[in-house]
């Protein structure tokens, strides 16, 4: 069990009044608990919760003009087992729930559908558990963590042939791996120690053996020590601030530190 | 109200043994009855049916091998009333219920933040209802229906430059352009009469003045006479036969008349 | 020594008057030597033959209407001897002439620049003719040779994430891998008996040792028996017909005999 | 007659041995006379001028290590006269010469092809001078001019969708719009006053009755006042300093007077 407390602080102007939509709150889910938490922010226009992507965790909208601010913090108590992912089982796809079936589809930026030559080429011989392994020692071999490589349009097959990115971008590449393999695999944001420089983070989920299994492609993170916000097809789904408009993000602090 | 009776005829060919996901029954949902209906298959391994995108309808998992052959019959009543797209009001998005806040963000094929700057240059001035017209009438008139010039790799920005495409790319470009200009969007595979070539028909469907409006930017059918399978982000979500492994289609009909 | 004997025959319809680019004829260069040739074809407006890439070889303009056959028929001597590409040296890259420095960048459908880190992690240990023998043997055996998978938009990326397609898509992938590895490349159009089915073939060259080499990656023809028609960036630079306007092709025959 | 001081100073830092390829040099060219000019640089290996694109301006190959600086001071008469390019006449594609040409196809950041279906909706009534100004007028006014919104991936289909970039996404659509309406078309790399920041310049230039001719659709510079470093199809092929290995850039700094 690791207790985690968590501090995110952001800092917007909004040159116009605008909608936005935040997800940074710890969703309620299996393997963490909230012992406490609080948000607070600049006052704004109808600020209301709606479920987030798959019934887990929520977002909020509301609207907001000029400068804005908001604190939010948790302490959160993660009980995710550790588990040793090649020894998983794996499922026949026709036996699939339907939730996990959405997650076997082609996304914004994990069009699986391109690499299914690559999947039958390098890892015809592995299956469920031991493909779910050897994707991510793949993805974690071949590809090299640089900041300011990618950007808001790079897709897998972009971080495919670049080998290097972000956290986004490992997890991209193993997701859309995984889908071509016919592992289901969804995107989630979460919170963790020892990101460096630290900031939230983007790890890969896959259905395996009959339940979501986080997996970090960089190494960064361990799943006992993630605290999951939200989830989703890939990043354009679990974005921490959508917003329909202009908007200047002026900072944004987080702080993860083990209680 | 219009009754349709329907029929779907699929005779595929797996060398090997596959697991498939066939969505052609349609939904159970808001503005259709099904009246009467039935699927009958080869038989198969597992036949299994799982909730589909949004819980509107379902998808069924099956494994098969060798010769496989299925018919679908159905009579519905399509209840869906006509409706004045141009005068819905617009709705804020901080007022987005939850699943409609899901179809506001790009997909695999409605990369919608790649038309921002084109919604922003051309239909700033519109909103709700009178922007989604705009949006119809802007395909509408913009594109040509042409078959044979898309394929499985062509997205809503690749329709956008070629100007010409069949009702999938119509309707990848009406969801596309919707969501840049906020308004959720999402695609339905629907069963109407007068598609030429008679086939599975493919169309937008815009949230507006709280509920989901069938959009046909092709103009081959009509919302009042359309009999909804199944929804999703894009075509990578409604596909009608997705089958992990090889497959040959030997043939597919449909036929769908006023009874 | 080869003797080849080759025709080729077009019949096109233009609906409107067009003009068009023709390269089909034989080019006078290294290796080959046209013992006799003629190119008939229907009247047209303006026939003009123009230097092609390179110098290498022409293309033929001309405004035609209606219906348009021609026929082009040649005798060529091809005495390229045969080359070991594996013992050639490797020139640095400062010491290449203005022609072979021009086929390092990236072009329409080799976008070496983005094969810069496969290159890096895959062949970072080879130079010069190895390197190049390296490249052709990772495609040859890395891809299928599928028709109908690639169209006229498919790019080397597109083909080394799809590991499939023709002539022009194995060309493509050693020409973009050969300039990120830092030889200059190009595409040629050639005619070379045996391939199947019969038709202008394309295949890399790559400039090593101080002269261009050829390479068929398909395995499909030899060097010693090719007739090389004219070169370019890759398959935008040699078209074997480019019409401005609509045309239709109503047959194509290349017939190509050792004599 | 406009007479300009140009100084180019360039700092690079290359951490292995690389070879180089730079070209800032003025091309004696059409338009323009080179009054006085010197190069000096950190000693290299090899120093090599070769012929550029067209045969137009010169490259210098040469191999370098460590810390490497350059001057480049040139005084230059322009002596281009001004042109109204909406009064020249077009030119029947099949009359054109062979360099010209080349120019019609499409590149690695101008696919032209991509943009025959948006020419053919919006300017198929123009043809010639009158086309390449409504191109040129169209680009001016759709796009803004932002820093930092492309990079060196970014294609003329790119910034067709995004409506903002900088003098090279400028030139890159004018260039792909003009390809596709039968206009050949390439980029020049420039230097003139009053580019704000100063640095080098990158513009279209036409083929219009007879003669290339510079067009800039950021509206900076005026080809009466324009010193022609080089030309290309893109940008690919214009770099003023390609190194086959890795570099760091230190500074770049560019002068442009009125003598």
Chains 1, 2, 3, 4 share one sequence.
Do not use: K
């Not at 640089?146 to 670049?162: E, K, L, N, P, Q």
Request: proline content about 6%; some cysteine.
């Amino acid at each position: 069990m690791t207790q985690l407390r968590i501090t995110t602080r952001l800092d917007y102007h909004f040159p116009q009044p605008s909608d936005c939509l935040l997800q940074v709150e710890v969703a309620h889910g299996p393997g963490q608990r909230i012992v406490s938490e609080s948000l607070s922010t600049t006052p704004v226009d109808d600020f209301r919760r709606v479920p987030a992507e798959s019934g887990l965790g929520t977002r909020a909208w509301f609207g907001a003009e000029g400068s804005w601010q908001a604190t939010y913090e948790a302490e959160v108590e993660v009980t995710r087992p550790g588990v040793d992912l090649a020894a998983l089982p794996a499922t026949p796809s026709r036996l699939l729930p339907g939730d996990a079936t959405s997650y076997l589809m082609p996304s914004r930026y994990c069009q699986s559908d391109v690499f299914l030559p690559f999947m039958a080429s390098e890892f015809a011989d592995h299956r469920g558990g031991a493909l779910a392994e050897a994707i991510r020692a793949w993805v974690h071999e071949s590809m090299s963590y640089v900041s300011g490589t990618s950007d808001a349009t790079t897709t897998a097959a972009d971080s495919f042939m670049a080998r290097q990115g972000v956290c986004r971008d490992y997890a991209h590449v193993v997701i859309a791996m995984a889908r071509a393999g016919g592992i289901p695999a969804r995107m989630a944001s979460v919170y963790a120690p020892d990101v460096d420089p630290p900031d939230l983070h983007a790890v890969a989920e896959l259905w395996l053996d009959g339940l979501w299994r986080l997996v970090d492609a960089t190494g960064m993170a361990d799943p006992s020590e993630m605290a999951v916000i939200g989830v989703g097809r890939d990043a354009a789904e679990i974005s921490f601030m959508t917003v329909m408009g202009a908007a200047e993000l002026r900072s944004q602090e987080v702080e993860v530190v083990r209680a």
